[in-house]
Each structure stands twice: as C-alpha cells, then as structure tokens.
C-alpha cells in the first residue's frame, strides 16, 4: 500500500491519479542537497531545544550524512510513491535510522516552510553562477571595446543612420545594461537572504526551536519576521524569473544587432566558426546560431516570469499547493541562462569586426548633419534657424548626389551668410566624435575612461 504521511486520519492511501498529479520529484530532486542541510539545522535546534539527546543527534546527522552520501552516489533516487523532494529524503533517513529517530525529525517543521527556505537557497547559490557568467559576457564585450578603441560606426537611432559613435562606445552601452542585471541580483540576494525555517505550515512553531539559529547554519543572515509571510510569499522567485527575464532581454537585444552585423548587405562583423552553424543544404551559408538562440530564450524567460506571476496572482495566504508551480518556471531560467550565457560570451569574444567598413559607413547617411547645426549654435545662430540650415545643406546634397564635406565654400555661402568654411572642422567623423566630449559622450576621451571604469567594475565583481 502507498505510505503517506498523513496516515492516521487517512482509511487509505491517495488514488492512483491524485499522485501522479501530485507528484514533483521529477523536479524538486535538484533541492536534495538543501533539504538534507536544512534537515541537519533542524536536527541541531530540536537537539538544542531538548527534543532530540545527544545520543539521537549523533545518530540522525550520522543517518543523514549516509543519505547524502546515497543521493550523491545516485544509490539513492525518489521512488514512485515518493510524493516530492521531502518525502523521499524522509523516508530514506527513515530507512537508515529506523522509524524511531528517522520519525523524530519531523516535529516543528512543515513542508512548506521547508520548501520555501531551500528553494531561497538554491536561487541564491544560482543567482552566483549566473551573475559570474554575466560577467564573462560584460568581459567579452568589455574585451572588444578595448581592442577597437578609436573604431568609429554609425550610430543609428530607428535604426536609421544618426551620429557617428565609437565602436567602443556602442559595446560598452550593453556592457553597462548586463551590470546593472548583475547588480538587481545583488541586490535581490540581500533581500533574500532571510530564512522561513520555523515558519512550520503557517504559525511559527511551538516547541520552542530557534528560527535565528536554523538561518544561521543555512548560510542566511537571518529568520524571517512573519512566518506567514515565510511560507506563502514567492515576491523572491518572481523577482529571480524577472532579473532572469532582464538579462535574456538586454542579451537578445546584442543578439539581434549581431544578426544583422553578420548579414552581407552590413558586412560588420564575421562569426568565427566555432560560435556559427552551417546549413545542411546551402554549402555557404554562415548562420549566427548562438545569437538567434538567445533572441528565442529570451521569449521564452519572459513566458516564465509571467507563469510565474499568474500562479501568485490573487492566491490567498498563507500556502496553497498552486505554489508548487512555482519551481519549474524559476529553473527553467536558470537552465537557460546557464546554457545561453557561455555560448554567448564566447560567440562575442570571437567576433571579427571589420573595422574599414564601420569607418566608412560612420559619416554616411549625413550622420553629420548634427555638427552643422551644433557648430552654428557655437557662432551664436538660434538653434532653431541651425536646424533649418543644416537641413537645407542635406537637401542640397541629397538632390545633387554628394555628401556634406562635398561642399564648396560657394555652396555653403549660397545656402546661409552664417556658414563660413570653418565649418568643415566638424565635418569630419574624427571632429564629429571629439566634440561629444562631456561625462558620457562618445569622444575617444570619454571613452576610455569608461572603459576602464568597465573594467573597474569587473575587477571589483
Ligand atoms: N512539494 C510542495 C511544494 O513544492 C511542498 C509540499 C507542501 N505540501 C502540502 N501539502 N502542504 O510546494
């Protein structure tokens, strides 16, 4: 007969179809290692509590190192009958100890605030190994800046020529988006770093354990202050699935410039071959994979925070078995990134850039329109009658074919008294990039101090 652990009130054991339903080992066994820490925490404070001799501490963290052991091993795994994570763990103490100890260990503690800690551990242990592998994307990006300082390329708003920028300029925008990820989930760790365990089912515990001591010895910094709030809040996973979210987000973002820059008609960089697919087909064809991977995960990041807040929408305090839904969309967000983020950072590290092209391409498109009107509001012309005559220098040499540095002296007379020659000192991509030369412009300047803020930045991560 199926054991629960609800017995006593029980006639019989669940029905084939509620367990399976019920069922979460299939994904909870990854919290194993957790619940087997928080099961020894909870030993120490029955123990300190005078619940547990010292006869049967000593036994129960010998039967649970055992276990650990077996779980590391793969000797042991969930049964069929076993209903989740806790169950399985419990019933192989259980059969290592006897039911005598192995029962003991139970009191004062509930499934959910169980599952509520060791889920806080395992995002917190995983919101480390993600934030490092952001950081070797922000590395790789942080590396071709450095290498390219001094390369300038269109700098396009709607994705039309605008200004000219650094190269630079532009890898280091998104290296500054990834630290700010790394940062929320800096931050999202402080605010988790407080234990449910002594929460029990909903209303703390009364056999006078310590919840201070169990945080402690679980690597929090503290117990949580409501032990309602303990079991039924998950504010700390749908934040972990939106940093995760954030992240997939800014990288797609990279992503598709990456896609376009490798297409023929941009010629802005080449995929190395170890970071692009070929086709089973078409014998030339380059595909960037990696980067069209990651535009795809993000999607589907963003489909788990959303699952995610609609199983905690209007759900009432304090636990509901819907919270059980909670796990599945977090881990899928970290397996992703987990698998995303190295192919990423290294597609970017091996990048060629094809330097000549974005020079040239820089001042197309009369991305220098700008300078003329900025130069003019130096002479002292309204910037409003600035505009207008730069518009007018573009719509001469868009009717005639040329570009502005095209211009003759006659030309620009004809066009406005306030255009002498002098302009031309703007007219040029080089002029162009100096003159941005405030905290934050694109001037070469400017830019080096931010890339060795970046590089500041990861020297301190
Ligand atoms: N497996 C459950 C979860 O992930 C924890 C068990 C709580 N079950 C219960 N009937 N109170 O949320």
């Known amino acids: ?206 056999l006078g354990l310590d919840p201070e001591a169990v945080a402690r010895d679980l690597g929090f910094a503290r117990a949580v202050e409501n032990s309602i709030d303990g079991t039924a809040s998950r504010d700390f996973a749908a934040e972990f699935a939106f940093v995760s979210a954030m992240t997939a987000v800014d990288v797609s973002r990279i992503a598709e410039e990456v896609v376009l820059w490798a297409t023929k008609e941009f010629s802005f960089v080449t995929l190395h071959d170890s970071y692009s697919t070929g086709s089973s087909i078409m014998p030339q064809k380059k595909n960037p994979d990696v980067a069209e991977l990651a535009r795809g995960k993000a999607g589907r990041l963003v489909g788990d925070l959303a699952g995610l807040l609609t199983t905690l929408k209007a759900l009432p305090l304090a636990y509901n078995r819907d919270l059980q839904e909670d796990k599945e969309p977090v881990f899928d967000a970290i397996d992703t990134l987990e698998v995303l983020l190295p192919a990423f950072s290294g597609m970017v590290a091996t990048l060629t850039f094809h330097t000549d092209r974005l020079e040239s391409l820089a001042p197309q498109g009369f991305a220098l329109a700008t300078d003329i009107a900025e130069w003019l509001v130096r002479q002292g012309v309204p910037f409003r009658v600035a505009h207008e005559v730069a518009g007018a220098c573009v719509r001469e040499c868009e009717s005639r074919g040329i570009e502005l540095w095209d211009l003759t002296d006659e030309d620009f007379t004809r066009i406005s008294e306030h255009l002498t020659p002098d302009v031309r000192s703007v007219l040029s991509v080089a002029g162009s990039l100096a003159s941005r030369d405030a905290v934050g412009g694109t001037a070469p300047v400017r830019v080096a101090e931010q890339l060795a803020a970046a590089r500041d930045r990861l020297a301190d991560a």
Do not use: C
């Open 1 to 206: 007969p199926r054991v629960s652990l609800w017995g006593g009130r029980f006639a019989g054991g669940p029905d084939q179809a509620l367990a399976a339903l019920s069922k979460s080992t299939h994904f909870d066994w990854r919290l194993a290692p957790h619940d087997l820490a928080g099961s020894r925490a909870h030993a120490r404070v029955l123990h300190s509590a005078g619940l547990l001799s010292d006869e049967h501490l000593a036994g129960m963290l010998e039967g649970l190192d055992r276990l650990e052991a077996d779980v590391l091993s793969g000797d042991f795994t969930p049964a069929e009958d076993d209903e989740d994570v806790h169950t399985a763990l419990e019933r192989g103490l259980i059969e290592r100890v006897g039911t005598d100890l192995g029962g003991r260990l139970r009191a004062g503690r509930s499934r959910n605030d169980q599952v509520a800690t060791l889920f806080r551990m395992y995002l917190r242990e995983h919101a480390r190994v993600v934030a490092g592998l952001v950081l070797d994307v922000v590395d790789a990006l942080v590396g071709q800046a450095d290498e390219h300082l001094g390369v300038a390329m269109p700098g396009r708003t709607h994705l039309q020529h605008a200004q000219p920028v650094l190269l630079s300029h532009h890898l280091l925008a998104h290296a500054w988006a990834l630290l700010r990820d790394v940062d929320r989930l800096r931050d999202w760790d402080a605010r988790t770093d407080a234990s449910p365990y002594g929460s029990g089912a909903l209303a703390g515990s009364s």
